[in-house]
Structures are given as structure tokens and as C-alpha cells.
């Protein structure tokens, strides 16, 4: 294992078999027999227009959304057929999320929003805390540890929200369009830490329509269109 709690090279991390998304009867589903996989210590970038199912994609790969037909499965662990609090047990210890807008609570301070996650999966304050000072500073934001997010820059808030996302030291990294919120500079300087994280191992998930952003992260790119696979890298059907 890894620092980052990434299985050994050559795992997968996220396995879809034959996933189909269907909200409505007799309209097209959202995701259409799609099967792919993603390697331990790589990054992959879904991108494709709006409507062409890349969030419905992402929110099956968290558990935040279950599929019509086939199997997902997670850090080993099929999470499909998981109820209610397992799936949200295995979500907070296993898969950080990391939101366009942030979604920080503005009635925490910084340090507070870090240590969310690792107290939903029971982790006590007093245990989590050193892990939580250990990234606001490796992301260079200890200093606003007791601040609170509305006091904070647009790139200052990605930052808090990427510590959030890994206070618990997941096996996988999902961003939602992560620098999508942010002027040019922030997104840059975003774009450089989720680089960082990858050269060090963690496993990232990227959804974005920015080409730029998935060359700059050296990204395995999955295509989307209506639904389905339109194209990818190399080793896509792993």
C-alpha cells in the first residue's frame, strides 16, 4: 500500500461491467452499457458535452447513485448492492469528492470542514486533527485553519475542499469539474496539486471540458456521447 492507502500497482481501483443509468421509462438512459476500468496510481479524464452522462457517471462511481443494470465496483468492494449506511461508511473512508463549488459549509471554520469526513466514518476529533493540520499545510493554507470559508479566495477553497477530500486517506479522488469555478490562476495552480497528488500515487477521476486541463494532468481521456463510450486512450477495457 501506499501512503495514500492506494492498492498495490497493477489493481484496479474502479471496475464498471455493462452499466446502463435509466431515470424515466421510455426516454434514453443517462449511461448506456458502459464498461471501463481505472488502474491503482492512475488519472482519467471523462469528458464529453453537457447531457452525455459524465456526472451520472461520477456519481455512480461514489455511491451517490445506483445503476439500472450492471456492477460497480469500488476499492474492491462491489458497492451496487450495498444499503443505505454501508454505502455511506465505504463513501467516507474509501472515495473523496471533490465539488465545482466547493460545497464547504460556511458555519465551520476550514479546519472543521477538513475534519467532516473523518468524523462521518468515526474517526474521533483529537485522532483526526494531526492528518488535517498535515495537508492545510502541505496545501499551504494552515494559516486559515480558524477562519471560515466565505473569508477565503475562490483557489483558497478548492484547497480546503481537496483536504477534505483526503483527510480520511482514500483509495480513490473524484473531481467534478475542479478548477471549473476558479479564475485562470487558481485553476492553474489547482490543476499543479492534483498533479502532485497523482506523481504521488493517488488515483483521480477527472470530469472536466477543458482538454487542457486533462493534457496538463497527463490524463487517460474516456469520451462521452449520449450516454456511451464515443472514444478513449489506450487501455480503456482493462
Known amino acids: 500500500m501506499t501512503k ?14 455493462s452499466v446502463t443509468k435509466a431515470y424515466q421509462d ?41 445503476p439500472t443494470a450492471g456492477t460497480v465496483t469500488v476499492a474492491g468492494r462491489r458497492i451496487d448492492t450495498l444499503g443505505e449506511g454501508a454505502l455511506a461508511r465505504f463513501r467516507a473512508r474509501h472515495v ?5 463549488f466547493f460545497n464547504l459549509l460556511d458555519d465551520l471554520t476550514v479546519e472543521d470542514n477538513v475534519l467532516l469526513p473523518a468524523q462521518l466514518a468515526g474517526a474521533s ?10 495537508l492545510l499545510e502541505r496545501l499551504r493554507i494552515g494559516q486559515y485553519r480558524n477562519a471560515y470559508p466565505a473569508r ?15 483527510v480520511n486517506s482514500p483509495e480513490l479522488l473524484l473531481a467534478d469539474e475542479p ?38 494532468q497527463g490524463a487517460r481521456t474516456v469520451q462521452l456521447m449520449d450516454g456511451q463510450v464515443a472514444g478513449a486512450g489506450a487501455g480503456l477495457a482493462r
Open 4 to 17: 495514500h492507502g492506494v492498492p498495490a500497482a497493477g489493481g484496479e481501483v474502479i471496475r464498471l461491467d
Open 26 to 66: 421510455r426516454t434514453p438512459p443517462a449511461l448506456a452499457d458502459v464498461s471501463m476500468g481505472v488502474a491503482a496510481g492512475e488519472v482519467v479524464a471523462v469528458m464529453g458535452p453537457s447531457g452525455s452522462g459524465k456526472s451520472t457517471l461520477l456519481n455512480l462511481i461514489a455511491g451517490l447513485d445506483r
Open 96 to 100: 473523496g469528492i471533490i465539488f465545482q
Open 125 to 134: 476529533r483529537r485522532r483526526a486533527r494531526p492528518r488535517a493540520g498535515e
Open 152 to 166: 477565503l479566495s475562490g483557489g483558497e477553497r478548492q484547497r480546503v475542499a481537496i483536504a477534505r477530500a483526503l
Open 179 to 216: 478548477t471549473g469555478a476558479l479564475d485562470t490562476g487558481a485553476g492553474q495552480q489547482i490543476a499543479q496539486l492534483l498533479r502532485h497528488l497523482n506523481e504521488d500515487g493517488q488515483t483521480i477521476v477527472l470530469v472536466t471540458h477543458d482538454p487542457v486541463l486533462a493534457e496538463r
